[in-house]
């Protein structure tokens, strides 16, 4: 099975979702480290029912709208508990753009040089705030109040704050030691 399923099945072994929320699970909770479209999720969520892992009931609402709310089935989550329960591999470097930019930046003035570096590092740092502000609000200040889905939520949310953090120190990193190699060190940028 492809890691889409298992996060579909994680999802609704917390509760029961419709597509819609699902897909809306993706773009918020998920979006920081796992993504899927509408047009993935709709057929994933048919596979799934199709083998008996979730099963739906339709509901009904106001004009005649129909949605179908997806459930877990016990085959389903037994399929989930041992892929939760399995260890993973390390997976290769993911792709960089940026990286693969900043490899082939020779050819670059060192200005330009200074602002895809600076770039990047605002970039990185507003997505920093993003999360420390998902960190205060998921947490109120006290982690150790958390039930379990919200500890989770934030172990997870940890890792992307410590990922950007690293990223910021990085790339703080790389512009003072473009500039001390281009003898700009201390000028006003």
Same mark, same amino acid.
């Given at each position: 099975?492809?890691?889409?399923?298992?996060?579909?099945?994680?999802?609704?072994?917390? #509760?029961?979702?419709?597509?819609?929320?699902?897909?809306? @699970?993706?773009?918020?909770?998920?979006? +920081?480290?796992?993504?899927?479209?509408?047009?993935?999720?709709?057929?994933?969520?048919?596979?799934?029912?199709?083998?008996?892992?979730?099963?739906?009931?339709?509901?009904?609402?106001?004009?005649?709208? #129909?949605?179908?709310?997806?459930?877990?089935?016990?085959?389903?989550?037994?399929?989930?508990?041992?892929?939760?329960?399995?260890?993973?591999?390390?997976?290769?470097?993911?792709? %960089? +753009?940026?990286?693969? *930019?900043? &490899? &082939?930046?020779?050819?670059?003035?060192?200005?330009?040089?200074?602002?895809?570096?600076?770039?990047?590092? @605002?970039?990185? +740092?507003?997505?920093?705030?993003? /999360?420390?502000?998902? *960190?205060? *609000?998921?947490?109120?200040?006290?982690?150790?109040? /958390?039930? %379990?889905?919200?500890?989770? %939520?934030? /172990?997870?949310?940890?890792?992307?704050?410590?990922? #950007?953090?690293?990223?910021?120190?990085?790339?703080?990193?790389?512009?003072? /030691?473009?500039? @001390?190699?281009?003898?700009?060190?201390?000028?006003?940028?």
């Amino acid at each position: 099975m492809g890691t889409l399923r298992y996060a579909v099945l994680g999802l609704l072994n917390r #509760e029961d979702l419709t597509g819609y929320e699902l897909t809306r @699970a993706f773009s918020s909770s998920l979006s +920081e480290f796992w993504s899927a479209r509408h047009s993935q999720i709709y057929p994933e969520l048919r596979s799934l029912a199709d083998e008996g892992l979730v099963t739906y009931e339709v509901e009904t609402g106001g004009t005649a709208l #129909e949605k179908k709310r997806y459930s877990i089935t016990a085959e389903g989550r037994r399929a989930f508990l041992a892929w939760e329960r399995k260890p993973q591999k390390l997976k290769p470097t993911p792709k %960089d +753009e940026f990286r693969l *930019q900043l &490899f &082939f930046a020779d050819c670059l003035k060192p200005g330009e040089r200074e602002a895809l570096l600076r770039g990047q590092l @605002a970039a990185h +740092e507003e997505r920093l705030e993003h /999360l420390r502000a998902n *960190q205060a *609000q998921l947490t109120g200040g006290d982690p150790s109040a /958390l039930d %379990d889905k919200g500890w989770s %939520d934030y /172990l997870v949310l940890l890792g992307a704050i410590e990922r #950007e953090e690293g990223a910021c120190r990085w790339l703080r990193r790389c512009i003072e /030691l473009d500039a @001390a190699r281009t003898g700009r060190v201390g000028e006003k940028r």
